[in-house]
């Protein structure tokens, strides 16, 4: 190539995992504002030449990337603010799209039993006219479930200290086999669960019945820089965050970090960034993704949650330069934390094989790598605005 012709776009270059080029896709991405479709859109605009619809109430966390769009990507990437319960255009933007992917829910547990009714029109209503706008128009469509589909473990019915707890067929998640556990209905914690399981299965019968083109995600708690929010700096004061923010929020105050019930569940963690790669490799083999649910998780970063709070205190002591509290943990109870109604999974181990054999995707990652660059991101982003906010509440108390 002389030195005058133009580099090929990142598209020209790219292909599949049968070797096959791939084609610039158009996506309309639903929920493409929140931690997900932020990672998303920019790995999307970095690396490929799609074009993307981004849909969603706000845009604070794609700022950098539609307000206004850089000139380079102006051909690439729109949003459109609507909220999909109500807006009519949202057919169209489908229609406009080869795909749709589907991010948009309320998924923060604090939500699930003290705004059951939200988040089970958000999980499963909400998401009804997106799957029936792909189904009518022959669109194919990736849809964001959850690893709490699975509920709890069999193993958990058994007596702690039995034999067949340690047995990986006691508690290791797989796609097709696992059965999906949930708690009485007086446990409201689990309106989500079973909103995302419900919609699951409408996709999958879809599928079946109409020939929808669908994928299925179900991410094992992926985390990273943007998820969620600090309360009182970039959301609500009173807001209660998934578990990363909330001690990432103790942390930034020097709080002790709140564990509830005793912090015994047991979770894996996945790098946002390795998740978003499976996305890709999602989007652009069809034909290895269609009618297929995936688990997205990191088998090998599994904790409790009580280990979580340890690791991300020492962690925060080395990016931030400051000294641990003298009691860096309290125990609350999850009626204290959560109010009535909530209940929990006891465990959450991934099965990877069928994620492996379609997309030959591995997570990479450790645990103690994302911490850092995850708490380097929360204290640069939000020490000194919890400094003033601090220090204006004290002035004024
Ligand atoms: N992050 C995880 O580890 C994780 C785990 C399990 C499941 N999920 C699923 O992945 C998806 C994305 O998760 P996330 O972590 O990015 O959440 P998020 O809350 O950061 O993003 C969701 C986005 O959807 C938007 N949205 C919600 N309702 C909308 C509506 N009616 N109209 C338009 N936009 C709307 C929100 O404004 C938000 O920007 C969700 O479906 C969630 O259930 C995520």
Redesign the pocket.
Known sequence: MSSSSPSPSPAASRVDLDGNPVAPLTICM?????????HLCEKLMAETSHVVLA????CD?IRHLVDPAPPHLQERISFHR????N?SRLEGLIKMADLTI???????PADYNTRPLDTIY??FI?ALPVVKYCSENNKRLIH?????VYGKTIGSFLPKDHPLRKEPEFYVLKEDDSPCIFGPIVKQRWS?ACA?QLIERLIFAEGAENGLEFTI???????GP???FIPGVDGPSEGVP?VLACFSNNLLRREPLKLVDGGESQRTFVY?KD?IEAVLLMIENPARANGHIFNVGNPNNEVTVRELAQMMTEVYANVSGEPPLDEPMVDVSSNQFYGEGYDDSDKRIPDMTIINRQLGWNPKTPLKDLLETTLTYQHKTYKEAIKRQMSQASASS
């Open positions: 639903i929920g493409a504002g929140g931690f997900i479709g932020s849909v969603d109430v706000y966390k609507l909220n999909i319960k807006d589907n991010l948009a829910a309320i998924c923060t958000s999980n909400d964001f479930s959850t690893c709490e989500y995302k995600v179900r991410p094992f708690n992926w985390i943007r998820m969620d998934r946002i998740a």
